[in-house]
């Protein structure tokens, strides 16, 4: 089956640092999305994002799709922004499939 | 309230018990998923469903058991539970455009 990556597995930074977080898939998938699951388990949608960039606020994406791969930007960073971040997927149909995840600790 | 909703947010059972949670949505989304959620694996699919009366697997169906007599409601039941299945349960819905996923709060499950 389709394999998701996502890297780095953790990221400690300094406030208002900036990151950048990578999620690679091994084959081709649909409706690629960004999680931020926050430090009270709530699953919160960052970007829908199957191709090109987006923005909102400090967070972007962008995703390359003919190259499997999608980024997620973080600038000024914040203590808010703690928590895991997901990359998903859908490798066609609608078995959906979740990286493992970035975890992001931001110290104040 | 709009949106997702699952419960109980919060379940402690044994061994052999029977389990259902529940899955609520109120956006008439024609989609529905259960995940679980485990420390090192982060979700799996367990079930899907694209419309009422038609479900189907996912990634780790084994132990579970689901329905869908209505579009807003998504049970799942967990017929006789086992300590591997103690685990964080997500339910989230998707509409017939087929662009995002929304989630609901989660079901924290834990089986003695």
């Known amino acids: 089956g389709i394999q998701v990556e996502q890297s780095p597995p953790d990221l400690i930074l300094q406030e208002g640092a900036n990151s950048t977080l990578r999620c690679n898939f091994s084959d081709s998938v649909n409706n690629l999305q960004w999680f931020h699951q926050n430090p009270w388990g709530q699953l919160i949608n960052l970007f829908y994002?199957?191709?090109g960039t987006k923005q909102n606020g400090r967070l972007s994406a962008t995703t390359v799709a003919t190259e499997r791969y999608s980024l997620l930007y973080i600038s000024s960073s914040q203590t808010t922004d703690s928590g895991v971040y997901f990359c998903?997927?859908?490798?066609?149909?609608?078995?959906?499939?979740f990286g493992a995840g970035t975890r992001l600790f931001v110290k104040a | 309230d709009a949106g997702i909703t699952q419960s109980p947010r919060y379940k402690i059972t044994e061994t052999g018990r029977q389990v259902t949670l529940m899955c609520h949505q109120t956006?008439?989304?024609?989609?529905m998923f259960w995940y679980r959620q485990d420390l090192g694996h982060g979700l799996r699919l367990i079930y899907y469903s694209a419309a009422a009366d038609i479900t189907d697997k996912g990634e780790v169906p084994d132990g579970y058991v689901v329905s869908r007599s209505k579009t807003e409601n998504f049970p799942l039941t967990l017929e006789s539970a086992t300590r591997s299945q103690t685990s964080v349960y997500f339910c989230?819905?998707?509409?017939?455009?087929?662009?995002?996923?929304?989630f609901g709060p989660g079901t924290r499950l834990t089986v003695l």
């Open positions: 956006w008439s989304h024609s989609y």
């Open positions: 989230a819905s998707m509409s017939e455009s087929e662009d995002e996923q929304f």
């Open positions: 994002i199957p191709s």
């Open positions: 998903a997927g859908l490798p066609g149909g609608f078995k959906t499939i």
